[in-house]
Nanobody
Framework: VQLQASGGGMVQPRGSLRLSCAASGRISGIRFMGWYRQAPGKERELVAGITAGSSTNYAHSVKGRFTISRDNAKNLYLQMNNLKPEDTAVYYC????????WGRGTLVTVSS
């Protein structure tokens, strides 16, 4: 299974982006899907996650601004609104089934 994240780019503060994570190959028994980010000089952190039962959780810093969702094709999305410069980071998706699978990151830059 491979995951490909896309949708990153450069946006001005208060702008929006929608990230996508597409899964290729066979994968079943997904228990958790999440978006993580890593800013320069910082550790990777969980931004938002969704469980098999559709429970969601968000980092405090993005609550009310970001929305995680998925579709029946096992793709994952992150709608990011009201972006701030501190949201600048490389964003990664991760699926957890019997093992963890990470996607390649997509860079989000928020700058005026």
């Amino acid at each position: 299974v491979q995951l490909q994240a896309s949708g990153g780019g450069m946006v001005q503060p208060r702008g929006s982006l929608r990230l996508s994570c597409a899964a290729s190959g066979r994968i079943s028994g997904i228990r958790f899907m999440g978006w993580y980010r890593q800013a320069p000089g910082k550790e990777r952190e969980l931004v938002a996650g969704i469980t098999a039962g559709s429970s969601t959780n968000y980092a405090h810093s993005v609550k009310g601004r970001f929305t995680i969702s998925r579709d029946n094709a096992k793709n994952l999305y992150l709608q990011m609104n009201n972006l701030k410069p501190e949201d600048t980071a490389v964003y990664y998706c991760k699926y957890v089934s019997g093992y963890e699978t990470w996607g390649r990151g997509t860079l989000v830059t928020v700058s005026s």
